[in-house]
């Protein structure tokens, strides 16, 4: 059979793009999603609380003025008013998510892992269809990573090379992704990838990587039930249950 045309190959990827653009997305896409949002709401009751402590501040701050200064009058009560819409305005337009840190070896790991889930999610919609099915797997990973490495030392050679994987280098390579033209994406490199299919390959590098180091971090708790569940069997076992 003749291989078909790249326009043929470019017209269905196209295609691959657009549905994958409307589709209600895989479940790990959509874990990652409600985690997305769960973590926004509990922005939204921080700044809740945050605005209602503030505003009975000032409410029990007039009271005492009343009661042992004096009257606030008119101008009082306008005052109080400014104050509260000032209030208001300024827990409305303080930003709902925490302003992305850079990546550093410090960086707890809590923060790295959430500050990468929270990018898969905005930028899944903006990446090829392949790519965003990599996507929904790393994001898929990532809480059980988040528990694991938040309990490992973080001195641990593997707990670094985790950290820096998901604090730097996928950050960094969908922004160097994202800043390639779109017309210029079918270009192929020297190697014959065009810019989505080394993205993609890069990106099962990533979760092959992040699903090794996860393995890895779980052989001790591996081990230690193991070893538990023979000393167990050893112990209790009935001698005469074989007979």
Same mark, same amino acid.
């Given at each position: ?13 196209? +295609? ?32 809740? #609380? ?13 009271? #005492? +003025? ?40 410090? /960086?707890?790991?809590?923060? &790295? ?12 919609? #903006? ?9 929904? *797997? ?16 973080? /001195?641990?050679? /593997? *707990?670094?090379? *985790? ?16 800043? &390639? ?27 092959? #990587? ?34």
């Amino acid at each position: 059979m003749p291989p078909r045309p790249r326009s043929v190959d470019q017209a269905i990827a196209r +295609f691959d793009d657009l549905v994958h653009r409307y589709e209600g997305g895989s479940a790990e896409a959509q874990a990652a999603f409600r985690r997305n949002v769960g973590r926004n709401a509990r922005a939204v009751g921080r700044r809740v #609380a945050n605005m209602g402590m503030a505003i009975a501040a000032l409410v029990v701050a007039t009271i #005492a +003025f009343g009661l042992f200064v004096g009257p606030i009058g008119l101008n009082g009560l306008f005052l109080v008013s400014l104050a509260t819409l000032a209030i208001l305005i300024l827990f409305s337009v303080w930003p709902m998510e925490p302003k992305r840190i850079e990546y550093n070896e410090q /960086l707890p790991a809590r923060t &790295v892992v959430r500050q990468l889930d929270g990018l898969l999610v905005r930028e899944r919609a #903006a990446l090829p269809a392949p790519a965003a099915r990599r996507i929904d *797997a790393i994001s898929a990973q990532l809480p059980l990573l988040e528990s694991r490495l938040g309990e490992a030392d973080p /001195l641990d050679p /593997l *707990a670094q090379d *985790a950290r820096r994987l998901m604090g730097k280098h996928l950050p960094d390579l969908i922004d160097r992704y994202e800043r &390639v033209p779109a017309a210029y994406r079918q270009e192929r490199d020297g190697e014959g990838l065009t810019v989505d299919e080394r993205l993609v390959k890069s990106l099962d590098a990533a979760r092959e #990587a992040l699903d090794e180091i996860g393995a890895k971090l779980a052989q001790g708790d591996r081990d230690a039930f193991e070893t538990q569940g023979r000393f167990i069997e050893s112990r209790y076992k009935d001698p005469d249950a074989s007979a």
